[in-house]
């Protein structure tokens, strides 16, 4: 496998139920395991959700999930597996999200991430996201996020579109 793209670079594609077991797996494996099975298995089954995820010789090794209402699409997760990061698909990812919320008619996406996570932070920035809020204890006491965001129209995420 080639997690760094090129000749079998992993392959984005639209989750379905089949892929919850992988999914949950990998979001414990990198993660920790923050959503349920049943959180991940409503998004699967919603009409408003897009999970996309990445496989690389038939295994899970990246998902990306958004919500859609009206104009505005929210970038839930984006989890890339340890042995496939840092070789772009965290990027990848996000713009094949950004593709999917742009199909769907939303024209900006919002996020959240925690300001100490620079290489998500980092990650965001490559793809045109712009801070516009922050909010305080978000994720616990003292554990604030920010708030991101991008217009679809200027959006760079390097999807595979």
Not at 51 to 71: K, P
């Amino acid at each position: 496998m080639n997690p760094r793209g090129g000749v079998g670079a992993p392959t984005i594609l639209p989750a379905g139920r089949s892929d919850l077991g992988a999914i949950t797996a990998l979001e414990a494996e990198a993660l920790g395991g923050a959503w349920s099975r049943e959180s991940w298995a409503e998004e699967l089954d919603s009409p408003r959700t897009g999970v996309l995820v990445a496989r690389a010789a038939g295994d899970v090794v990246g998902v990306v999930a958004l919500r859609h209402v009206e104009d505005v699409a929210d970038l839930d997760r984006v989890i890339v597996r340890p042995d496939h990061r840092r070789g772009g698909l965290g990027r990848r990812l996000v713009g094949a999200g950004l593709a999917w919320a742009r199909e769907v008619g939303a024209e900006r996406v919002l996020l959240e991430v925690a300001a100490i996570n620079a290489p998500a932070i980092a990650l965001y920035d490559a793809c045109g996201f712009n801070r516009v809020a922050e909010r305080a204890h978000y994720y616990g006491p003292g554990q604030t996020a920010l708030v991101l965001e991008t217009s679809i129209a200027t959006t760079h995420g390097g999807g595979d579109e």
